[in-house]
């Protein structure tokens, strides 16, 4: 396996004044909005302090053990992925709050999950079995649990070489920065599979994918923020050799009739 790291509107002063309902008459004075009384601005609620936060997210842990290596591997479109996947992962209260959003009902289904014929991913505990895992509403939802570490599972299940990008609770696993479609991923060639342990630390080590608190999440502990919590991304990119893609798909029996040229 192989990575590349490379105001107010002023009104009339003799118009009528202003029309109140009868809701407004029966609100004391001083509990009215008062003129320059500041208002609270809803975005302070779109991302409430960690320690309100329940359900899990992903911790830093321990080093492992992870060599890699460089090579040269050049993307047939710089921006646009291929594959652009998401899993979603929460201990069991979590998920059910989730699945009681309405989206349908929840469906048990196989790990990994495969995005069409590029990429599968799942989620394993530290057991090394699959992680329980759900459908719904067409996102795909993975059950952890609060202490234990987590690997994750990717298979190039395509017949030429893929870069893999890869983010945890909104964060690249290469440098634990915001993820962005523009960084560098995993290389691996085709059939190839890879554990993806943690945050890499260096050329052979990472940090451990742990579950854990949204306070004591990596995202809020390093950047503030837990946003993003609860999400796994991954984004497939393609080789600049467009005929490899095109050979090794070929169809040897399309099922078609021969006929004159031009028609």
């Known amino acids: 396996m192989v990575v590349v790291l490379l105001s107010l509107i002023p009104g009339c002063a003799s118009g009528p004044g202003p029309v109140m309902s009868d809701r407004t008459r029966n609100v004391p004075a001083t509990d009215r909005p008062q003129p320059g ?4 601005d ?12 329940p359900g899990l997210a992903t911790v830093w842990g321990e ?17 646009t992925p291929e594959v652009l996947g998401q899993l979603y ?31 599968s991913l799942g989620v394993r505990g530290e057991d090394g079995r699959w992680l329980p895992t759900w459908r719904q509403g067409g996102r795909t939802f993975v059950e952890g649990r609060a202490g234990e570490r987590y690997s994750l599972f990717l298979c190039n299940r395509s017949y030429v070489r893929r ?6 609770d909104g964060l ?9 479609l523009r960084k560098r991923g995993y290389i691996l060639n085709p059939g190839e599979e890879f554990s993806l342990e943690g945050f890499r630390t260096g050329r052979d080590s990472v940090a ?24 796994i991304g991954v984004a497939v990119f393609a080789e600049a050799d467009p005929d490899a893609d095109s050979r090794s ?13 031009g028609r």
């Open 208 to 231: 451990a994918f742990r579950f854990g608190s949204v306070a004591d999440s990596y995202s809020a502990q390093r950047h503030g923020t837990t946003r993003n919590v609860g999400t």
């Open 37 to 40: 009384a500041a208002v609270p």
């Open 249 to 261: 798909e070929a169809n040897a029996f399309p099922g078609r009739w021969a006929l004159p040229p």
């Open 63 to 79: 080093a492992r053990n992870s060599p890699i290596s460089h090579t040269v591997f050049k993307r047939g479109d710089r921006s």
């Open 172 to 180: 690249d696993v290469m440098d634990g920065e915001s993820a962005s």
């Open 163 to 168: 870069e893999i990008v890869v983010s945890v």
């Open 42 to 53: 809803s975005r302070e609620y779109s991302n409430p302090p960690p320690e309100q936060r």
């Open 89 to 119: 992962y929460d201990d069991r209260p979590g998920l059910e709050a989730l699945f009681a959003r309405g989206w349908g009902a929840p469906i048990p289904t196989n790990a990994p999950v495969d995005f069409g014929r590029r990429l």
